[in-house]
C-alpha cells in the first residue's frame, strides 16, 4: 500500500489582498518543508501515528501558523493551546485545552493518550501531569509574535468601536493538523490550535474534541478539522464523515464534502482534511481559502492555499 500525508495550517488565511508574492512563497514553503518532515517517517517505514506527531510539531514551530509558537491570544492577551491526536488501529485518542509551556502541545496531547488513562486533560490537572512528563518546555515569551498581538489589537479596537465589518478568515480561526495512511493501511490524526483571536479565557474549539475536529479509525478515514469550532462540535463533524462511509457507503470525497457543505449552510466556515485505509486524500473547504498540502511516496509536496489546484514544489 502506498503511505500518504496530508496537512493543513488552517482556514485562516490571509486576505487575496494583503497576500503578496514573497508571503504566499514563504507559506508555501513552510507548508513543503512540513510535509517533508512527515514524509520522512513514512518514507523510512514508520507509522502513521509517529507522521501526524511530526508534521504537526513541524507546524507548531512556524510562527507562521496558529499553533504552537505562532498561536494567537485571548481576550485577556495570554495563550491557552489545545491539541490532540488519534491512532486509527485502536482508536486511542489523547487532548489536551487551556495549556501553556510544552514546545509542542500535540507531544503533550500523546503523553495523554499513552501515559495516561484519559483521554481529555485541561488547564491546571492538564500542566500538573505535564510537567512529569518528559517534554521540553518554554516561558511564554517563547510564544509570543508581533503578528499575532497586533492581530489582538485590531480585534478588541474592533469590538470597542462596535465595528459591524465582518472578521476575516486569519482572524476568526486557524488551526494545523495531519492526516496520514501508512504502508500497513494504518490511519492517524493529529490537530493543535491556539483557537480564535480574542477569544474568551476558558474557551475551547473543536480541535481537542474527539469526533468534532479529530477522528481516526482504520475501518472508515482519519480527520483534522480546521474553522469556526463551534460548529464543528454541534456537527461532530469528524465522526459525522466517518459516520457516512460506514453507514451509508459513501467513498470518502463525498462525505467529506457533504459534510463541509452542511456547515456552510448554517454559517460554520472552515474546512478538513481526511484520508482513507486506501490513501484516498480529501481538503474541501468552504472559507476563502485553507493552507493545505498532501504528498505521497514518490515524495512530491503540493500545496495551495485558495481555490486553485495544489501546486508541486
Known amino acids: 500500500m502506498s503511505a500518504v500525508l496530508a496537512i493543513h495550517g488552517g482556514a485562516g488565511t490571509m486576505r487575496r489582498a494583503a ?3 514573497e ?3 514563504s ?8 510535509l517533508r518532515a512527515g514524509h520522512a ?5 514508520g507509522s502513521a501515528l509517529d507522521a501526524v506527531t511530526a508534521a504537526v510539531m513541524a507546524l507548531e514551530d512556524d510562527p507562521q501558523f496558529n499553533a504552537g509558537r505562532g498561536a494567537v491570544y485571548t481576550s485577556a492577551g495570554r495563550h491557552e493551546l489545545d491539541a490532540a491526536v488519534m491512532d486509527g488501529r485502536t482508536r486511542a485518542a489523547g487532548a489536551v485545552a487551556g495549556i501553556l ?3 509542542n502541545p500535540i507531544l503533550a496531547a500523546r503523553a495523554v493518550m499513552e501515559r ?3 483521554v481529555l486533560l ?3 490537572g492538564a500542566m500538573a501531569f505535564l510537567r512529569e512528563q518528559d517534554l521540553t518546555w518554554e516561558e511564554p515569551a517563547y510564544f509570543h509574535t508581533e503578528q499575532r498581538w497586533e492581530a ?3 480585534e478588541l479596537e474592533r469590538r470597542r468601536s462596535a465595528a459591524a465589518d465582518e472578521r476575516d478568515d486569519a482572524a476568526k480561526h486557524g488551526t494545523v493538523g495531519a492526516v496520514a495512511c501508512d504502508a500497513a493501511g494504518n490511519l492517524a490524526a493529529a490537530t493543535s490550535t491556539g483557537g480564535m483571536t480574542g477569544k474568551a479565557p476558558g474557551r475551547v474549539g473543536d480541535c481537542p474534541i474527539i469526533g468534532a475536529g479529530t477522528w481516526a479509525e482504520n475501518a472508515t478515514c482519519a480527520v483534522s478539522a480546521t474553522g469556526h469550532g463551534e460548529f464543528f462540535i454541534r456537527w461532530a463533524a469528524a465522526h459525522e464523515i466517518a459516520s457516512r462511509m460506514r453507514y451509508g457507503g459513501e467513498a470518502l470525497a463525498a462525505a467529506a464534502e457533504a459534510v463541509v457543505a452542511e456547515l456552510e449552510a448554517v454559517g460554520g466556515s472552515g474546512g478538513l482534511i481526511a484520508v482513507d485505509n486506501a490513501g484516498n486524500v480529501a481538503l474541501p473547504f468552504n472559507s476563502a481559502g485553507m493552507y493545505r498540502g498532501r504528498i505521497g511516496t514518490d515524495g512530491v509536496a503540493w500545496t495551495g492555499i485558495y481555490r486553485e489546484e495544489l501546486q508541486a514544489g
Do not use: T, Y
Open 19 to 21: 497576500m503578496n508574492p
Open 23 to 25: 508571503i504566499e512563497a
Open 27 to 34: 507559506f508555501n514553503a513552510g507548508l513543503r518543508a512540513v
Open 41 to 45: 517517517v513514512l518514507a523510512g517505514g
Open 101 to 103: 509551556g510544552p514546545r
Open 116 to 118: 495516561s488513562e484519559h
Open 122 to 124: 485541561i488547564r491546571e
Open 152 to 154: 489582538l489589537q485590531i
